[in-house]
């Protein structure tokens, strides 16, 4: 046995192990820390370059703008001189950027409050288990996903004062069948408006049904067991547990709200006698039908300004919420 051990063949050794009593040479500090901040720039290079190209250089090139002479011509000729803060003062001097302002506060405020109300009601109303449920909730989805301006022209054909579906249902039922819901200053916006909400409450619907899910259920037994009413417990419990998702609901339905441009265009043009313009129907009508780009482009950073500090809003309550 001891023979046969000692006689056998010994396995040849690793070249690439290192030798006994070799001493590993310790790793550089900076040089881990460098590989480890170019690996980090690298996952995230791809986002910041296509931000950059695709969000930061048209939106400096848009401030730029709003402190140029930029005409038609410009295109032609390359030629676009500074001219201070010209753009900028005409633009608040003009009474009609006033008015937009007005009706885009009004338009904003009436879209988010209509959606938000009908669309928490209806989420409210679809947590109760009947027949049905799933394909009403559906089939509500479907405003939400038709285009805007394909919804703005079936409207308009709903509203027309003579033949539209609206008042000729009216009619039928007793009450004034000649509204005229477009072609009246006093009446344009609030169409426009209901519009509006018609086709955001799917997005609030959803949101808050989803939000309404998370809502523990023992905790509105427990209230129930202490004698609260349905509408106390709501108020009381189920609103406060909403609180995070109502605030993204209300957030991000302002920043596509405020902005709202092709709705507007497809039912009133901005009309009639500006009673609908709004900011983002005056930066359309400065740009490409007066053609003054510098204009358009100041009323477009103002945009654009009001969506930022809401972002930044938006940013810090969640923040809030997080901690």
């Known amino acids: 046995m001891s023979s046969t051990t000692a006689s056998a063949t010994a396995l040849p050794a690793d070249p690439t192990a290192p030798a006994a009593g070799a001493v590993k040479k310790p790793v550089n500090p900076r040089s881990a820390k460098r590989r480890r901040v170019l690996a980090q720039w690298g996952f995230i290079a791809p986002a910041v370059i296509f931000m950059a190209l695709f969000f930061g250089y048209p939106l400096v090139r848009n401030i730029v703008m709003s402190f140029q002479d930029y005409s038609p011509s410009t295109f032609f000729t390359g030629e676009a001189p500074f001219n201070g803060t010209d753009n900028w003062r005409n633009v608040f001097e003009d009474g009609l950027f006033g008015k937009a302002l007005w009706q885009t506060i009004l338009f904003t405020v009436g ?49 027309d004062q003579d033949t539209g579906v609206l008042n000729s249902f009216l009619g039928t039922v007793g009450l004034p069948g000649d509204t005229p819901w477009l072609t009246s200053t006093s009446m344009a916006l609030i169409s426009v408006i209901l519009v509006n909400i018609w086709i955001g409450i799917p997005f609030n619907m959803v949101i808050l049904y989803g939000g309404l899910q998370e809502v523990p259920k023992e905790l509105n037994e427990a209230a129930a067991l202490d004698g609260a009413s349905a509408w106390r417990t709501f108020r009381s419990v189920t609103l406060p547990m909403l609180k995070p998702v109502i605030t993204v609901v209300l957030v991000l339905g302002f920043m596509s ?30 740009s490409f039908v007066q053609m003054d780009f510098g204009a358009g482009a100041v009323v477009g950073n103002i945009l654009i300004l009001i969506s930022a500090v809401f972002a930044v809003f938006y940013l810090r309550v969640n923040r809030n919420e997080g901690k």
């Not at 405020?258 to 313009?277: C, E, H, N, W």
Request: glycine fraction near 8%; aromatic fraction near 10%.
């Open 111 to 159: 879209s988010l409050v209509g959606q938000f109300c009908i669309g928490l009601a209806l989420a409210v109303f679809f947590t109760r288990r009947f027949p049905l449920n799933g394909i009403l909730r559906s089939l509500i989805l479907l405003p939400w996903l038709v285009p805007m301006v394909v919804s703005g022209i079936v409207w308009r054909r709903i509203f």
């Open 257 to 286: 709200t405020v902005k709202i441009l092709d709705l507007v265009l497809a039912l009133t043009d901005g009309g009639p006698a500006d009673s609908t313009q709004t900011l983002g129907t005056l930066t359309y009508q400065n």
